[in-house]
């Protein structure tokens, strides 16, 4: 991917924490892991969710908070059953929908 899509995307996923301050990007096929995984944003936290739903609610409810936020990286298709849990955190930590 050229250095230009890169900035941008980081640009685009930076403005949407600084909104949200909890970002869920799904990537059906994982196409975009290796940039996922190696993006570096100041205040913000990049979680990987592969199989371990539990430990990432866990770790935005009770661990300590990043300045900006969170970015949960899911290198599959949305997952819809989950829908409901991941509303509670974000009601749980006062978030915008």
């Known amino acids: 991917m050229m250095d230009s899509t890169n900035e941008?995307?980081?640009r685009v996923l930076s403005d949407l924490i600084d909104r949200k301050r909890l970002v869920f990007w799904y990537d059906e096929g994982g196409q975009?892991?290796?940039f996922a995984t190696s993006l570096q944003m100041h205040g913000v936290e990049i979680l990987?969710?592969?199989?371990?739903?539990?430990?990432?609610?866990?770790?935005?409810?009770?661990?300590?908070?990043?300045?900006?936020?969170?970015?949960?990286?899911?290198?599959?298709?949305?997952?819809?059953?989950?829908?409901l849990v991941w509303k509670y955190i974000q009601t749980m930590l006062h978030l915008k929908p």
């Open 48 to 83: 990987t969710l592969e199989n371990n739903a539990f430990a990432i609610k866990y770790r935005i409810l009770k661990g300590k908070q990043p300045e900006r936020g969170f970015l949960i990286y899911g290198p599959q298709a949305q997952l819809h059953d989950e829908s």
């Open 8 to 10: 941008k995307m980081q």
């Open 32 to 34: 975009m892991n290796e």
